[in-house]
Nanobody, 120 residues
Framework: DVQLQASGGGMVQAGGSLRLSCEGSGFSFEDYAIAWFRQAPGKERMGVSCISNSDGSTDYADSVKGRFTIASDHASHTVYLQMNDLKPEDTAVYYC?????????????WGQGTQVTVSS
């Protein structure tokens, strides 16, 4: 079975950092892209960042460019989202999801969310 295990959320003050992890299992890690989404209370889910494990290409939402970095460790089948200079508007539940080959496809498998709370 395809499984995604997200972890690393927490509470930080504005300007702080967190690193989220998404460990995948049950699929050929190198053939899939893994993305991070977030959903704040009362708001729609939005894409935050994505990395294609096949070619290493990455994508970021404009609101996180320059602050967040996505990286993939093929040995451990884990994708990391390093979040720096966090802002209160980054507060949300963060989810990882996977799609075949390249970012932007249909995300069929989702991990459980991890809460990120940024205080001002």
């Amino acid at each position: 079975d395809v499984q995604l295990q997200a972890s690393g959320g927490g509470m930080v003050q504005a300007g702080g950092s967190l690193r989220l992890s998404c460990e995948g299992s049950g699929f050929s890690f190198e053939d899939y892209a893994i993305a991070w989404f977030r959903q704040a209370p009362g708001k729609e889910r939005m894409g935050v960042s994505c990395i294609s494990n096949s070619d290493g290409s990455t994508d970021y939402a404009d609101s996180v460019k320059g602050r967040f970095t996505i990286a993939s460790d093929h040995a451990s089948h884990t994708v990391y989202l390093q979040m720096n200079d966090l802002k209160p508007e980054d507060t949300a539940v963060y989810y990882c999801a996977t799609t075949w080959l390249l970012c932007g496809g249909r995300y069929d498998y989702w991990g459980q969310g991890t809460q990120v709370t940024v205080s001002s």
